[in-house]
Each structure stands twice: as C-alpha cells, then as structure tokens.
C-alpha cells in the first residue's frame, strides 16, 4: 500500500516509588499528586509496539500480545484523537493499525499501558518534542509520561489549570544508581479486575484517606524520596517505598465500594520482606505494589542472591498449582 507508513519501537515499563492515585483533571489527565518511578530497562520488561497508518484502513484496530482488543476505548481513542488533531493533514482520513507485544503480564498491576502508550510516545516524538509528546500519550495511561525517561523520573503535578506545569523530568539518570535491581514476584497473570481510571475515580470521590495523601503525606515523600535518590541512599529508599504502597493500598481500602489489588499472597509477600529486613537488621529488599497482586522488590545488586534464595524457598516457582500452594504453607516457617 503506497499510502501507508509502519513503524515499530519499544518503550520499557516504569514502577512507581511514590504512587499517582488520582486526577483532578479527567480531560487532561492532571493528578492530584507528584509521583516518582523507576524506569526499568528495555531488555528486561518492556512493550514492543508496530504502528501503522493508513487511508486504506477502514477503522482503528489494535492487537495486544497477538489478540485483537477493543479499539473504541476511551483512553486510545483520546490518544489517537489528540495525535490526529497535533499531526494534522499529514494524517487526515487515515486509521490505525496498532500492535503491542509484551514480554510480562499485560493489565496486571505491571505498568504495560504505561510501556504501550509510551510506545506511541516514541514513536510520534519526532514531531513534537519530548515534553508536549507527553499530554497526549497521557490520555492513555497517565504514568506513561514517566517511560520517556529512563533512570529515576518525577511526574510534578504542576499547578496550572492548562496542566502546562505538570509534566515528568529525569531526577537522575540510569548511570546514577546501577547497583539499583528490581525483582518481579508474578503472584497472577490475570488482568485486574479493577482498572485504575475507574479506581482513581471511586477513591477521588469516596476516600477521605486519599485526600491526606495527595495533600500532607506525597509532597513529604516525594522530598524525601528525591533526597534519598540523589544520596544513594537505599535505608531511606526502602522505608518511603513501602511505606508508600502501603498507604497508597489503605486509600484503596477506604475507597466505597473497597478496592482489593493486593491478595494473600501479595500479604505473604510483604511478611516475609518485612520479618527478613527485621532478621538482618537493615533494609535488604523493599517491596511495592501497583494496582494488582504482583510485587515489586527493588533490591541492591550485592543483596539480589540472598532475597532470591528466600523468595524461592517461602514460594518456590512452578506452573504447577498444588506446589505453589504447598511452597505458600512452607512460608510459616520464616516465622520462627
Ligand atoms: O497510568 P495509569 O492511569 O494506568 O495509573 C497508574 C497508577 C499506578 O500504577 C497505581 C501508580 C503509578 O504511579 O504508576
């Protein structure tokens, strides 16, 4: 088709240290709160995604993982809506065909939106710049605006009714911290049952709890967790980024009607990071949750072999179901 243009990139995933829950603004995706992640590298997890654009397309479609997915959602139809109104003629009567691969669990609380729609981010760059790209990927999934910079990245919530102050920066590069590991702890690979625009919805609306985090708690840890990064710092790191999933998680509790992300698993998780820190005496892992089941460690290098060895003990991998269960009733040991 002479009318038609490909291309493919891929965008790495990024994990929230200090949590965005939350938009003051739906249209423009403007949060409540700063935020500040990691981004992880594109060899380990990332989302690979093959855009075309074409006249002779009749409709927007989009393929996740090889299965075709709705393409009349919300949050890609503002997307592609916003690239159309910014590329302008250029692209006037032309469809998308979009096709994303992920090499993790897709809408499990892992951050694959945020990598697929920073996908799109990269790939429309070209034109815009790195800032202004970043409003329209946001119409996607708010936290892909993190995934354009690799390193430690705050996404400042601005003041501006425009939304033009609140745009994500690089707090430090990927050179800065690389003894830095992050440990994925797959505890499901189902798709969450709450999404996290409805969920930030319901808790904007019902939890008084969420009100004291985006206005007296993040602005002191996102200081703190700023400092802490700049320093090196892994004691402090540790403390803010469980402290941080744990609050972001009681908001989703005294959200009406409850949201559950975390299952007993994840519960066991946290047990075990937190009697192992009390064991050595000193933070060795720090765990962190999304908006699902999943746990995240970040973990320093010289530490990765010993927090591997008591994962795989307390849960040890295998597809098989009776054996994982069996390697969850082994955990009561760790607390003796
Ligand atoms: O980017 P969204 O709209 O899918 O929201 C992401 C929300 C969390 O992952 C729970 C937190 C974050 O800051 O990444």
């Not at 996607?140 to 990245?153: E, H, I, K, L, T």
């Not at 009714?161 to 992050?182: F, L, Y």
């Not at 972001?248 to 047990?271: E, W």
Request: proline content about 3%; hydrophobic content about 35%; charged content about 20%.
């Amino acid at each position: 088709m002479a009318d038609r243009k490909q291309a493919t990139c891929i965008a790495p995933v990024n994990i929230a240290v200090v949590k965005y829950w939350g938009k003051r603004d739906e249209n423009l995706i403007l949060p409540i709160n700063s935020s500040l992640s990691g981004t992880l590298s594109t060899d380990q997890m990332c989302a690979k995604t093959t855009i075309a654009i074409s006249k002779s397309f009749q409709r927007d479609r989009l393929w996740i993982n090889g299965k075709e997915q709705d393409a009349t959602g919300k949050r890609l139809q503002n997307c592609l809506r916003e690239v159309r109104s910014r590329c302008g003629s250029e692209i006037e009567g032309c469809h998308y065909h979009i096709c994303s691969v992920n090499n993790f669990p897709t809408a499990a609380g892992l951050a694959s939106s945020a990598a697929g729609y920073a996908c799109l981010g990269e790939y429309f760059e070209y034109k815009e710049g790195i800032t202004k790209i970043q409003f329209t990927i946001r119409q996607g999934s708010g936290s892909a605006c993190r995934s354009m910079y690799g390193g430690f990245v705050k996404w400042e919530m601005g003041n501006k009714s425009d939304g033009s102050d609140s745009i994500a920066v690089q707090v430090t590069p990927e050179s800065h911290w690389p003894e830095m590991e992050v440990l994925i702890l797959v505890v499901s690979d189902k798709k969450k049952g709450v999404s996290s625009t409805s969920g930030m919805q319901t808790s904007v609306k019902t939890s008084k709890l969420l009100k004291y985090r985006a206005e007296s708690l993040v602005p002191k840890l996102m200081t703190e967790m700023e400092t802490a990064i700049q320093q090196k710092n892994y004691q402090a790191f540790a403390e803010i980024t469980m402290k941080d999933s744990n609050q972001f998680h009681a908001v989703c509790l005294d959200t009406y009607p409850p949201i559950a992300y975390m299952n007993d698993i994840s519960h066991k998780i946290v047990q075990l990071i937190t009697h192992f820190n009390q064991y050595c005496g000193e933070y060795k892992a720090c765990y962190t949750f999304d908006a699902g089941p999943n746990a995240v460690l970040y973990v320093l290098a010289k530490d990765v072999p010993q927090i591997l060895s008591a994962v795989c003990h307390y849960f040890p991998c295998t597809e098989n179901h009776d054996s994982y269960i069996q390697g969850l009733s082994n955990y009561s040991d760790v607390k003796e």
